[in-house]
């Protein structure tokens, strides 16, 4: 009797542990909630965001509950920078930010980041790269380790600047609806990949990237970092650090010189604000338009199964946690920097960086979908053409870039061609005229 009752007690725990196996399995496999539903909002609500995102700023403007634009900015209005193919489209490199990023030191153990701002409403309120010294002084003697050996630098600048491009934001809402899930179980089938490759002696795949994991756990989708894991987050620091207005979820940006500005009350209220989201989240997502004549059908259809061969799917993922189109897989890749800018861990500043902390040359993929009308490209803007971008991605897409060198002129084209395939969307809400401010004697300061 002993007897039976240990059996049937060793089956029992023999059932658990294959049951939680299976669970385990089954969460691995589960690629994560798909988004079902279109991004939707009343259309008043809509109205009134639009008319917050193209309206052109004042200081002290009338429909600001503070001291509207300001007191630093890098623009007057959303559409100012969002303009390609409509409103909420990419900007020019002529409305590139300039952001930076302040690595770690004994007396400041977080990494800092910012931008320097282009305009100020005073000229005592006006930036420059040199105000950053009193916030960021150079490190008399940080240690370098090249090839082993630790070398002492001298002068070591821990801060390090970047041109940003404007991305557009067509579509927005339906990456904002991407579970992190989604996102997470994409990187762990190509991390489970990559390691097949490696134990069948290939090297020369296309290493899985990785997910950014937010302080608080949450992954982050938006941001040439994927700094912000929600649209509204992303919105709100636009709000107040492009334009200067406050929000209920975040403060305007300060001017970062010795004349201190007082604290304001945010310049949108909870209302303004949800409805000017409401018109991002819902701004329609872009088309993949074939050509009118057979011919170029066929080429562009060519040069999709080229786009995937080469290898440029891989990491331009065609559809996403059921969002179909997307091309991007909202994962951190390295792009090696040109100026050599690759990682962090090779000076030592006396204080750790995070390890979940993208490193210089890492960035997120962008989303190809509508990235015809959306030129120039990379997260610099320095890249004109679609052929310029593409031969610049180095670091982990090198074997693409090297693949797609290897391709002859009539593949090339078409590969080129399905990418140009990939519209903003037709029904886009238009870009106004230009308004020149509601009052007179605007005053601006800008920097040189």
């Not at 930076?100 to 931008?115: H, N, V």
């Not at 709000?239 to 010795?258: D, F, I, S, W, Y």
Request: with cysteine.
């Amino acid at each position: 009797m002993r007897a039976n009752e240990l059996e049937r007690g060793r089956r029992r725990v023999g059932v658990a542990i294959l049951g939680g196996v299976a669970v385990a399995v089954g969460w691995v496999a589960m690629p994560g909630v798909p988004v079902l539903r279109a991004p939707s909002a009343g259309e008043e609500r809509k109205a009134e965001g639009e008319a917050l995102f193209v309206r052109t700023w004042l200081p002290h403007d009338p429909l600001a509950n503070a001291d509207g634009l300001g007191p630093v900015f890098n623009g007057r209005s959303c559409v100012e920078c969002h303009f390609q193919g409509g409103a909420g489209g990419g900007g020019t490199v002529e409305h590139n930010v300039l952001a930076f990023e302040a690595k770690p030191t004994e007396d400041r153990p977080e990494i800092a980041a910012g931008l320097v701002h282009r305009f100020a409403v005073a000229n005592h309120y006006l930036e420059d790269l040199s105000d950053l010294r009193e916030y960021f002084p150079i490190v008399p003697e940080a240690i370098r380790i090249t090839n082993g050996c630790y070398v002492v630098v001298k002068d070591f600048d821990p801060v390090q600047t970047e041109r940003v491009n404007s991305t557009a934001l067509f579509g927005a809402g339906w990456i904002d609806r991407i579970s992190g899930r989604s996102i997470s179980r994409r990187n762990l089938a190509r991390s489970i990949e990559a390691v097949g490759r490696e134990l069948a002696a290939d090297f020369d795949g296309i290493p899985p990237g990785r997910y950014r994991v937010l302080p608080d756990g949450r992954i982050g989708k938006f941001g040439w970092k994927a700094q912000f894991a929600t649209l509204e987050e992303f919105v709100a620091a636009a709000c107040a650090n492009e334009l200067g207005l406050g929000t209920p979820h975040m403060p305007q940006a300060k001017p970062r010189v010795e004349l201190p500005y007082p604290d304001m009350p945010p310049d949108l209220d909870r209302g303004q604000f949800r409805s000017l989201v409401a018109f991002v989240d819902t701004l329609p997502r872009p088309e993949e338009v074939p050509p009118a004549d057979l011919e170029s059908r066929a080429e562009v259809a060519r040069g999709r199964l080229l786009f995937d061969q080469v290898g440029c799917a891989v990491c331009h993922v065609p559809d996403l946690g059921g969002v179909a189109g997307i091309y991007s897989d909202l994962l951190l890749h390295r792009l090696v920097d040109r100026q050599g800018r690759s990682s962090y861990g090779d000076v030592l500043t006396g204080a750790p960086i995070p390890r979940e902390h993208p490193t210089p040359d890492e960035w997120k993929t962008p989303a190809l979908w509508g990235v015809a009308d959306s030129a120039p490209y990379f997260h610099d803007g320095t890249s004109p053409t679609l052929r310029d971008a593409i031969i610049r991605h180095e670091g982990d897409a090198s074997p693409v870039t090297r693949a797609f060198e290897k391709l002859d002129e009539s593949d090339e084209r078409a590969l080129i061609r399905f990418l140009e395939s990939l519209r903003a969307p037709s029904d886009a809400p238009p870009v106004p005229e230009p308004t020149e401010p509601e009052e007179g004697g605007l005053s601006i300061a800008m920097a040189d």
